[in-house]
């Protein structure tokens, strides 16, 4: 009988956090998973550690050479025999009822395909964390998803049909976001969800996906502004070059904190934003409140990360419009709701 869950862990020179990662996984609430650890050419001790368990769900995979994140993630889904498949990766943890809501919250809702959760994201100390709140329905995901990836990649759950049925894979022109241009097309088949409770505590460490990502700073802005025009195509939205250069800055607060405001004034930023808000509440005339938060929430930012950078009277402007208030909103209701 096949199991509900196929959980896809790919490995590689996982040795240090591998063993926290896995028993995060085996103490789940919902045992009915196989959980597919995929060595990737290790030299380290991730092999010994996952024969290690004595455990008849772990199924362990060992590629014959180092084939990357991106295929060793495809042979996954490929050898996956689950109604649902999850990710996780090496070196995160799973809260330990992250399973059972998931599949609760699918099996309720058949028309949603894809769910993941805002995450706590650590160093050192899980004690020590920043939480990361990502958009909880479908419509705010679907705005969110033209500036960044919608979904925490390790806590996500999709249906395994969909995918396959429409051959759905991680793609290796989109390295270092193959996940945000994955999930681009997945909810061309259907609706997400992402719970506000984290339910995934993610290491930010210097070989994270992110980190190694960010470090090779062209190609990673032309996938993702890529990634980014096939959102808004999605959408029915059409920007000019320069808009387009300005929403790839809006994906990534350390580019908000250095705007430049010879290039991109303030009045600028306000005509984008009115523009973008005008697009989105045609495409969503029953969300509109949706599309004023999720706006403000990113029309925000540019505020607070440019307080002692721009006059006085640009900075009034600024904060004079309704996005302000939105983006406050919002913020508070976070706040509120991860207590």
């Known amino acids: 009988m096949s199991p509900k869950i196929s959980v896809i862990l790919p490995a590689y020179n ?3 956090y591998l063993r926290t990662a896995v028993d995060s996984i085996l103490a789940q609430s919902f045992k009915d998973f196989e959980l597919l650890v995929i060595n990737d050419g290790s030299i380290d001790f991730t092999k010994e550690i996952i024969l290690s368990y004595n455990d008849e769900r772990i199924r362990y995979i060992e590629n014959e050479k180092n084939l990357g994140l991106i295929e060793t993630l495809n042979k996954g889904i490929l050898l996956s025999k689950g109604e649902y498949i999850a990710r996780m990766d090496a070196d995160d943890i799973c809260h330990s009822s992250r399973f059972q809501m998931q599949i609760d919250f699918m099996e309720k809702n058949p028309e949603y395909i894809i769910c993941s959760s805002s995450r706590k994201e650590f160093a050192d100390s899980i004690s020590h964390f920043h939480l990361s709140v990502l958009p909880v329905d479908d419509t ?3 705005i969110h998803s033209i500036f960044s990836t919608p979904f925490t990649h390790p806590a996500v759950m999709f249906r395994a049909d969909v995918i396959k049925e429409n051959n759905l894979f991680f793609e290796k022109d989109y390295k270092y ?6 999930w681009i097309k997945i909810l061309q088949y259907g609706k997400g969800y992402n719970f506000r409770m984290p339910l995934l505590y993610y290491r930010d460490t210097p070989n994270s996906q992110t980190n190694v990502g960010a470090s090779q700073i062209e190609q990673r802005k032309r996938t993702i502004s890529n990634i980014q025009q096939l959102a808004l195509q999605q959408q029915n939205i059409v920007l000019d070059q320069k808009e387009l250069d300005f929403i790839y800055i809006l994906s990534l607060s350390d580019k908000i904190r250095n705007i430049s405001f010879e290039d991109f004034s303030v009045d600028f930023i306000l005509s984008f ?8 509440k045609s495409n969503y005339p029953n969300n509109k409140f949706n599309v004023n938060c999720v706006l ?5 930012k540019i505020l607070l990360f440019n307080l002692k950078r721009l006059p006085f009277t640009q900075l009034m402007k600024l904060a004079l419009s309704k996005l302000t208030f939105f983006g406050i909103y919002e913020l508070i209701n976070e706040k509120i709701g991860n207590k």
């Open 273 to 280: 934003f009115k523009k973008l808000s005008l697009e989105l």
């Open 14 to 16: 996982a040795e240090q």
């Open 177 to 182: 976001a193959e996940d945000y241009q994955l």
């Open 140 to 142: 705010s995901i679907r």
């Open 296 to 300: 403000g929430k990113r029309y925000l």
